[in-house]
């Protein structure tokens, strides 16, 4: 059984940064890792995504400013993190952690409704 628990969301003023950080419990041998998120009255949309492979995907919106990685310091893999610069208030929204198997893709899909594990979600707010 496969868990996702995220934490670091919070409040900060325009311009700041946030990390978000994702724990996997169970294995996934071949795993896509991703960060959707959803703001009030809009509908759930990626915005990172990451494969044991290496490989990673960051929205348009978030190219320049958001960086997704994994922590390598040991062979487990099921930490994961969200690193966030330059927030505007656009970003204010839940963020969720999600998970799946790849199987023999060699990218992560984008669509959330493909991703079969989630997190409960940390509220990010950015203030102008």
């Known amino acids: 059984q496969v868990h996702l628990k995220e934490s670091g969301g919070g409040s900060v003023q325009s311009g700041g940064s946030l990390r978000l950080s994702c724990v996997r419990s169970g294995d996934i041998s071949r795993y896509c890792m991703a960060w959707f998120r959803q703001a009030p009255g809009k509908s759930r949309e990626g915005v990172a995504m990451?494969?044991?492979?290496?490989?990673?995907?960051?929205?348009n919106f978030g190219e320049g400013r958001f960086t997704i990685s994994r922590d390598n310091a040991t062979n487990a893999q099921n930490t994961f993190y969200l690193q966030m610069n330059s927030l505007k208030p656009e970003d204010t929204a839940m963020y969720y952690c999600?998970?799946?198997?790849?199987?023999?893709?060699?990218?992560?899909?984008?669509?959330?409704?493909?991703?079969?594990?989630w997190g409960q979600g940390t509220q990010v707010i950015v203030s102008s």
């Open positions: 999600a998970a799946r198997s790849r199987a023999f893709a060699t990218s992560c899909p984008p669509a959330d409704a493909s991703y079969s594990y």
């Open positions: 990451i494969a044991d492979n290496g490989n990673t995907m960051i929205a």
